[in-house]
């Protein structure tokens, strides 16, 4: 059964106070990797996708990263609507995607 | 362009009473997703379908929820008789075909509260 799990729970960063994001996965055949960003009364916004090991991803202050075990979301000086929860899901069979619970990111001025 | 469109976006109703929730895919997308999201759970997936066939429904918790997408452009979930522990948020997701290569766009969601 496919597994995500992403660490911290929760994070709580001064502003310009750089940081990353973790989610380790356990799934049979990585078909890529999916970032989502949730604020509260939203619906997941997509971020990126990543489908091999050593692919990198950047959008404004965002970078996700992939290996063969994890992914982390680098987070560069940070700013208060960078404030959100970060979710990551992978693939499974057909177009079913499996998501870690997510990171609760707090950007403080 | 439109995004994924859901109603009600809020949902109060007692224990026992039917409850439908009601979701517009983006058009041209091929697969339409129910999630629910909970504190405790996070995000599951209830059922999806694709080409407004349901493909994978194992995720539907009793038979007291089902799911209908009569055409491409309008989906339903119904729960039937209602139960306080069905509170939680409700999302719905599109996508086009070849999802490895395509994302899930959601709505932004119904917000269910069972008295």
């Given at each position: 059964e496919d597994?995500?799990?992403?660490?911290?729970?929760a994070l709580r960063l001064q502003e310009g106070e750089s940081s990353s994001l973790n989610c380790s996965?356990?799934?049979s055949g990585l078909r890529g990797l999916f970032w989502y960003r949730q604020d509260p009364g939203k619906g997941p916004e997509f971020l990126f996708t990543l489908y091999s090991a050593g692919e990198e991803k950047e959008k404004e202050r965002l970078k996700a990263t992939l290996t063969k075990k994890e992914s982390f979301l680098h987070i560069t000086a940070p700013k208060p609507e960078d404030s959100a929860t970060y979710l990551c899901a992978v693939p499974g069979g057909g177009n079913k995607l499996t998501f870690g619970t997510g990171t609760q990111l707090k950007v403080e001025l | 362009d439109a995004g994924v469109i859901q109603s009600p976006r809020h949902e109060v109703t007692e224990m026992g009473q039917e409850v439908t929730l009601r979701c517009k895919p983006i058009s041209g997308h091929d697969y339409l997703?129910?999630?629910r999201q909970t504190m405790m759970r996070g995000l599951e997936l209830l059922i999806y379908f694709n080409n407004n066939v349901p493909?994978?429904?194992s995720g539907m918790p009793e038979d007291r929820f089902s799911a209908k997408m009569p055409n491409a452009s309008f989906s339903t979930l119904k729960i039937q008789p209602s139960e306080p522990r069905d509170s939680a948020v409700y999302f719905c997701?599109?996508?086009l075909r070849d999802g490895f290569n395509q994302p899930q766009h959601f709505g932004d969601g119904t917000r269910l509260s069972i008295l």
């Open positions: 597994q995500v799990t992403q660490s911290p729970e996965y356990t799934v | 997703f129910w999630y493909i994978d429904d997701a599109s996508s």
